[in-house]
C-alpha cells in the first residue's frame, strides 16, 4: 500500500512541475512578476495583499491576485476593494492550490491580460504544510508568519520555510503584547534557510511597507 | 488519474476508519477519556494543553498527552514540565495524525497504562484541513480557534468545524488589542455547527479555565 501511495504521489507531483514549467514560461514571456503567498490560517496574507495592492496602483503599477480558499470567496471580494483584478479559487476541500488550478483560472480569466501585468500575487489556502510540494509556476514564493503565531513556526515546519524565497512577519503591530521575540524569529528563519530576505510588516499601520514595495518593485525590473 | 486517486484515498481513510474504532474500543474498556485537538499552527494548543494538564494533576486527575509534529520535540518538552507523561510523535512531513501512528505510539508507550488515566489528549499537527479526515479514536474532537486568527475561519475551512465536539477560542486576553468581534466569531462557528459547546480561554491569565475543566470532568465521569 505505502509503495503503491509514494508512486502516485510521486506521479501527481510529477505532472504538477510539468503544468508549473509550462507556467513559469508563460509569466516570463508575458513579462510578470508571479508571487506564491503560504503562511497559516489567520496569518495575514489577505490583509498584507489588500495594502500592497492599493500601494502598488497607488504608484501607478498593474497588479492582479488569484486567491485560494477551501470555501466562501470573502477574501476575493475584500481584496477587489483595492480596485485590482481578482480571481477566487475555490478548491472544495483540498488543502493546497496546484499548477493544474492555476493554469485553469489564468485561462479562464477575461479581466485580465497578463502581457499587461507587473505583479501577479497567488494568495494560497491557508496551510503550513502541503502547499510547499505544489510549485505554481511563481518566481517567488513568500512564506508569512505573524508575531501572534511562536517563534518556533520555522523550525517546527521546515519543509515550507526551506522552500521559500522571502519571509514576511506580519501584524508586527502586536509584538508587544504577545511578547514577540524577534531576535529569535529572526535566528530560526535563518536556521532553516540561511540567508532569506526577511520583513516585517503591519498591514494595521503600514510599517515595513516600504522596504517590501521596493523590493517587489526591484524583483519586477527586467533584468 | 483522478478516479485512481480517489478509491485510492477512500482505501486510505477506510483502513484508517478501521483502526480509529478498534482504538475507541479500546480507550472506552481502559475508561479514558480521548480528545483531539485540532487547530492553525500557532492558535496556542501547547499553551492551552500546558496548563489543563497541570490544573488537571492539582486536581489528582491522571492525564497524559500525545503530541504530533511534523519536526522537533520542543512541544513534547513544554507539556512534560507540567509533570503529565507526553510523548511525542514526529510525522516526518505528514500533515496529520492517522489512527495507525497513534497505535503504534501507545503500544510502545511504556510510562503509560491506558487504564490508569482518566485523560489522553492527542495534539495534533498545526492544520486546519487535513486532520479533519483522519478519526484517532478519540471521543472528542475540540477546534482551536485564537483571536488573533480571524472571525471568519470557521466559514473558511468548514470541514474541520463541522467535524468537531467543541470549539475553544484561545488567546482572549489579546481580544482588544486584535479587535476581536466575539458576537460575528460565535455566529460564524454556530452556523457551522450549530449548538457545538464553546469555550474561551486565555492560558497567559488562565480566564476561562474553570469551565472548560468543569466541562472534561464531567466528560470523563462514566455514564
Known amino acids: 500500500m505505502t509503495t503503491r501511495i509514494v508512486e502516485l504521489r510521486r506521479g501527481i507531483l510529477k505532472k504538477n512541475d510539468e503544468l508549473a514549467a509550462a507556467l513559469r514560461q508563460r509569466f516570463a514571456t508575458a513579462g510578470v512578476l508571479v508571487l506564491n503567498l503560504v503562511s497559516s490560517p489567520g496569518t495575514g496574507k489577505t490583509a498584507l495583499l489588500e ?3 492599493r500601494q502598488l496602483r ?19 471580494r475584500r481584496l477587489a476593494a483595492s480596485g ?4 477566487q479559487i475555490n478548491t472544495h476541500g483540498i488543502c493546497h492550490l496546484d499548477a493544474e ?3 485553469k483560472h489564468i485561462e479562464g480569466w477575461q479581466a485580465v491580460a497578463l502581457a499587461e501585468l507587473e505583479f501577479l500575487f497567488i494568495e494560497n489556502v491557508g ?8 510549485d505554481l509556476g511563481e518566481r517567488i514564493r513568500v512564506v508569512l508568519l505573524s508575531v501572534t503565531e511562536g ?5 517546527k ?15 508586527t503591530d502586536l509584538a508587544v503584547p504577545c511578547g514577540f521575540d524577534r531576535d529569535l524569529a529572526l535566528r530560526n528563519i535563518n536556521e532553516i534557510r540561511p540567508g532569506i530576505r526577511i520583513f516585517e510588516t503591519s498591514a494595521k499601520t503600514g510599517a515595513g511597507m516600504e522596504a517590501w514595495l521596493a523590493y517587489l518593485t526591484e524583483q519586477a525590473r527586467p533584468s
Do not use: Q, W
Not at 84 to 87: F, G, I, K, S
Not at 151 to 155: C, F, I, N, R
Open 127 to 134: 496551510n503550513l504544510v502541503c502547499p510547499s510540494s505544489y
Open 151 to 155: 517563534e518556533d513556526k520555522p523550525l
Open 58 to 76: 497607488a504608484r501607478g503599477a498593474h497588479a492582479a491576485a488569484l486567491v485560494g480558499d477551501l470555501e466562501t470567496d470573502n477574501d476575493a
Open 101 to 103: 488550478m492555476v493554469t
Open 84 to 87: 485590482a483584478p481578482v480571481l
Open 51 to 53: 495594502l500592497t495592492l
Open 157 to 171: 515546519y521546515p519543509g515550507l520555510f526551506n522552500s521559500a524565497d522571502a519571509a514576511v512577519i506580519t501584524k
